[in-house]
């Protein structure tokens, strides 16, 4: 198997510096042509199947993929949704004495969100049940930074304490792993941006 893994575009809220968690999230101008640019880069690959967070941000650059591939069945899911911020989502990283470029979210442990054990169990599931259903296919999944991160975790055979040395991704970064079913995974790319420069 195959598996690609995005993020979606920059968003309003990500020049802004605010945690976003679960909420949609708008794509700002230099975000959507970000979805652009990561369509071109993917439009040669032969996806057989498109899995996107069911968040705006990630939809929204999920259908701009989906345009270079108008046969390729997408499934919008709450699975691939950012870890829940809870009370914190909305707020300015500010707030808590960080820049807008800082990420050190994995620090916040909200009280009516996910804590990082949380995310990670979210992630080893749905990553089992596609790996077995699409275990021949190549197949994208159009996520978040922590989604992602948490992603690469599970993938890397690392710990949920671990989410947080696995490197931010950029938006609309590209990793590309071979999905081998002994769990000797091969890494062919990891939050390449080339298609941006």
């Not at 999230?25 to 990561?38: W, Y």
């Not at 009516?112 to 999944?141: P, S, W």
């Amino acid at each position: 198997m195959k598996l690609i893994i995005t993020r979606h575009g920059e968003t309003e809220e990500n020049r802004a510096g605010i945690l976003q968690g679960h909420l949609p999230g708008k794509l700002s101008a230099t975000g959507v042509d970000q979805a652009k640019k990561v369509a071109l880069r993917l439009k040669d690959e032969e996806i057989d199947f498109i899995y996107s967070s069911d968040l705006a941000r990630a939809s929204d650059t999920a259908k701009e993929i989906a345009k270079l591939h108008p046969k390729t069945p997408i499934k919008f899911v709450e699975d691939l949704r950012e870890r829940n911020l809870g009370e914190f989502q909305g707020k300015k990283k500010s707030d808590f004495g960080w820049n807008a470029k800082d990420s050190k979210v994995t620090q916040i442990q909200p009280k009516k969100g996910e804590d990082m054990e949380m995310l990670y169990r979210r992630v080893e599931r749905f990553l089992h049940e596609t790996i077995a259903k699409h275990h021949d296919e190549t197949v994208l999944l159009v996520g978040h930074n922590g989604i992602n991160k948490a992603l690469i975790a599970v993938i890397s055979n690392k710990k949920h304490e671990d989410i947080q040395d696995v490197d931010n991704q950029h938006n609309t970064s590209v990793n590309i792993f071979e999905i081998d079913e002994d769990k000797n995974h091969k890494i062919v790319c990891s939050n390449c941006t080339k298609h941006l420069d």
